[in-house]
């Protein structure tokens, strides 16, 4: 299916890009940063893994833009540059983990429950679920991505996005039960 | 359209997003009237939601404009590497032979050349195998060794449907003796022995009916 649409105005940038416009190239990285960086961070946990990915993932934008195809948005597509190489990181930093269950070193037996805050809860333990299910719910509630958007950047059919939110949001649920927190509290 | 308690519960992230359809705004709206379960649903992405304004403050953004400059060093850096360098600095070159040497470093330098003559030499080397005789199928006229003195050697063609025991009974009747071939137009070398002329034998042979061609061999 070609989404690709003219009122993308990054798509615009990125035809400039492809034809080395520097600041075109700048006005494109403006306008995504923020967003990519936030996800790298999300993702990675780490500030200066994320930086450097974001690094890379602005190399590839403009070594790839005379290959984007336009058969999605152009920011999905910088979405899928930066998840590759984010997971393409993680592998060599954690060789030995499952990167599906990477969760963040933080232990949910020792929370701190000194103040208890139950949105500073829901924080720590969106950082607690793992890579997958936090990036879906990023995708979803801070990206705001259409189910069928999130589908074509992850891969997979609307309908596993759909069931993706709703485990992520029960392991959620559940992290923050163990940090002391009922959905009841919610 | 009629949405079922799964439906709507799937359509939360959306409704939470401004992301529903009208006909989908209203029958979400009635569901939350309809049922508590739903609502305490909604609840729970709403905490979600709300989280991520915090999130967002507390993500330690680098200086934007130092990460791009960051960027654009390196890619400054991986366009002057010392390959394209080298690429750049014979372009500058006018003579013939940094001409020549231009061409074949740049034709050679692209791995789908290397490819390309690699499926050549593949290409190359099925025709000729499969252009190759069966073996067997040459055979040298010239007889294997020194033959005796005093046997005359003859060029022998039978005839093509000839069967081996009328050949056999030929060469027997003749007192000869197959020394070489088949070649590949079917010439045998026989060799007889005894003092009868080599006409006289190349007669007998074509008169046997299976022969097609007797010849001198040399």
């Given amino acids: 299916m070609n989404r690709a649409t003219s009122a993308d105005p990054d798509h615009r940038l990125l035809k400039l890009v492809a034809e080395g416009d520097r600041s075109a190239f700048r006005e494109l990285y ?33 070594k790839g833009a005379g290959k984007f195809r336009g058969q999605s948005k152009v ?28 969760v963040s070193l933080e232990d949910p037996d020792q929370p701190d429950l000194d103040a208890p805050d139950r949105q500073r809860i829901v924080k720590q333990a969106m950082t607690m679920i793992s890579a997958k299910h936090r990036e879906v719910l990023d995708f979803v509630f801070f ?44 | 359209m009629i949405y079922d308690a799964e439906a709507l519960k799937e359509m939360i992230p959306l409704y939470l997003n401004g992301q529903l359809s009208d006909e989908e705004q209203k029958a979400f709206a009635q569901g939350l009237k309809d049922s508590p379960e739903l609502a305490a649903e909604v609840a729970e992405y709403e905490a979600i939601q709300a989280s991520y304004p915090d999130l967002e403050a507390e993500t330690p953004f680098p200086p934007q404009d130092i990460l791009f400059g960051r960027i654009m060093d390196k890619i400054d850096r991986e366009e002057t590497s010392p390959v394209r360098d080298q690429a750049v600095a014979r372009e500058v070159k006018s003579g013939w032979r940094e001409k020549l040497a231009d061409f074949f470093y740049t034709t050679f330098r692209s791995p789908k050349v290397a490819w390309s ?7 190359v080397m099925v025709v000729l195998l499969a252009g190759m005789p069966q073996r067997g199928t040459f055979q040298t006229l010239t007889a294997p060794g020194r033959l005796p003195d005093g046997l005359i050697t003859l060029n022998v063609v039978f005839d093509p449907d000839t069967r081996e025991k009328d050949m056999r009974a030929v060469l027997i009747d003749n007192g000869a003796t197959i020394v070489g071939g088949p070649s590949a137009d079917g010439r045998y070398i026989v060799a007889i022995a005894g003092n009868r002329s080599r006409q006289a034998v190349a007669d007998a042979m074509l008169q046997s009916g299976v022969v097609a061609f007797v010849g001198q061999h040399y």
């Fill in chain 1, 30 to 62: 403006d306008a995504t940063s923020r967003r990519i960086y936030f996800y790298l961070y999300r993702l990675m946990q780490d500030a200066s893994l994320a930086e450097d990915v974001q690094m890379d993932v602005y190399v590839e934008v403009w």
């Fill in chain 1, 75 to 102: 920011t999905t597509w910088m979405f899928g540059i930066a998840r590759n190489l984010a997971f393409k990181t993680l592998r060599k930093q954690r060789s030995h983990a499952n990167i599906d269950d990477y």
């Fill in chain 1, 143 to 186: 990206h705001q991505m259409p189910y069928q958007e999130i589908a074509s950047l992850l891969d997979i059919s609307v309908n596993t996005v759909k069931t993706r939110v709703y485990y992520a949001k029960a392991a959620l649920l559940k992290t923050m039960d163990e940090l002391g927190v009922t959905k009841d509290d919610l």
């Fill in chain 2, 117 to 123: 003559v690699a499926v050549v030499q593949v290409v």
